[in-house]
Every structure is written in structure tokens, then in C-alpha cells.
């Protein structure tokens, strides 16, 4: 599975930016992809995924009502939209995949069971 993400950018406070994974490869028929983000000197953090097994959408309580994950089944792409940014959300963002069944948040949240991961890209709050 390769991953590629894109959509980073500059933006002020308050702005808005819509981040894009496209998954390329033998991606398995069940499976979750999430985002991860990591700012610097702080460890890589769940962000949010959604998982193909439960059809379920997971966030971390620090972006829960900004955020939303969306994906394009035909593209095989998905989204994370995120609105209402602030200066705490700097940072690279990943979109990673862990491949098998994922049900419920403690399947998706933790950045050493997801299997593949994209490069990064930067996001930047600031005025």
C-alpha cells in the first residue's frame, strides 16, 4: 500500500484547510486509515481515522468538532477537513494504514499498530 498526502499549507487562525491521502496498491478489503500528526519535539499523536470494518469515524477529543475524516470509496482517497484551526494544531500530518478488521477507537488511535504510512505534510497556524 503507498500512501500520498497532500493539502498543507500556511493558514491563519480560525482558517480552514482540507487535507487529501490517496492510497495506491493492494489495499486489503478491510482496513482503517487514520491521520496521525506530530509537532516538533512531541511524540506523533492520533489525529483521526475511520475504519472500513465498523464504518465508524474516530477523533481525539482535541480536535472533535473541527475535524472531520471523509473518504471518496471510488478514488480511494480520504479527507480530513479541518476547520476552526488553531496555533496547537502545527505540525507534519500522516496518514497511516493498519491493514485487518478495526473496531472501536483503541484499534485505530495508536501509531504503532498501523502497518503503512504516507510523508508527512506541514501544517502551519499562524498569523
Known amino acids: 500500500v503507498q500512501l500520498q498526502a497532500s493539502g498543507g499549507g500556511l493558514v491563519q487562525p480560525g482558517g480552514s484547510l482540507r487535507l487529501s491521502c490517496a492510497a495506491s496498491?493492494?489495499?486489503?478489503?478491510?482496513?482503517?486509515v487514520g491521520w496521525f500528526r506530530q509537532a516538533p519535539g512531541k511524540e506523533r499523536e492520533f489525529v483521526a481515522a475511520f475504519s472500513w470494518s465498523s464504518l465508524g469515524t474516530y477523533y481525539a477529543d482535541s480536535v472533535k468538532g473541527r475535524f472531520t475524516i471523509s473518504r471518496d470509496n471510488a478514488e480511494m482517497t480520504v479527507y480530513l477537513q479541518m476547520n476552526s484551526l488553531k496555533s496547537e494544531d502545527t505540525a507534519v500530518y500522516y496518514c497511516?494504514?493498519?491493514?485487518?478488521?478495526?473496531?472501536?477507537?483503541?484499534?485505530?488511535?495508536?501509531?504503532?499498530?498501523?502497518?503503512?504510512w504516507g510523508k508527512g505534510t506541514q501544517v502551519t497556524v499562524s498569523s
Open positions: 497511516a494504514v493498519r491493514t485487518g478488521p478495526a473496531y472501536g477507537l483503541g484499534s485505530v488511535s495508536q501509531a504503532g499498530d498501523m502497518d503503512y
Open positions: 496498491g493492494r489495499t486489503p478489503s478491510r482496513y482503517a
